[in-house]
């Protein structure tokens, strides 16, 4: 799925990670909403446990680089969820693009290699999520 040298460096970059996982999440959450605004009103008022979740998605993620096959079920019902939640296909690439702006700052000698290793899974994971949605709404018309 992904060569050795790009998990290596998404398990390096996720080692390298400064801050605790609430401080980066909300970071995350900031930085989305202040390029899109309008999404803010598809979240809690509370984010404490949106926040949770993203992080625990990141984690396994990472956790699971040997073996992300095993995770597509998961991964496609999530973009059921969000599809049910209202997120669009072209939302996939901004949330892609602000959780990349918020780890380069705050992973220790973040890289233009780091980038396109973290790009090429959050790619993977988009698309998956993608599928799922379409295929979801394929089957319910």
């Known amino acids: 799925m992904f060569d050795n040298a790009t998990k290596q460096q998404v398990l390096s ?6 801050l605790a996982s609430s401080a980066l999440t909300r970071d995350f959450y900031d930085r989305l909403f202040d390029r899109a605004p309008e999404l803010r009103a598809m979240f809690p008022a509370d984010m404490s ?3 949770d979740k ?7 993620l990472v956790q699971s ?5 095993m995770l597509v079920a998961e ?8 599809h049910e939640y209202g997120v669009t296909e072209e939302q996939y690439a901004l949330v892609s693009e602000v959780l990349l702006d918020t780890l380069e700052h705050h992973v220790a000698d973040w890289s233009e290699v780091d980038r396109k ?9 988009c698309d998956l999520m993608i599928t799922g949605a379409r ?4 089957s319910a018309a």
């Open 13 to 18: 970059s996720a080692l390298r990670l400064r």
């Open 49 to 51: 446990a949106q926040s």
């Open 54 to 60: 993203l992080f625990d998605m990141v984690l396994v």
């Open 65 to 69: 680089l040997d073996h992300l096959q």
């Open 75 to 82: 991964i496609e019902a999530l973009g059921v969820r969000h």
């Open 117 to 125: 290793a973290w790009a090429l899974l959050l790619g993977y994971v």
């Open 135 to 138: 295929d979801h709404a394929s």
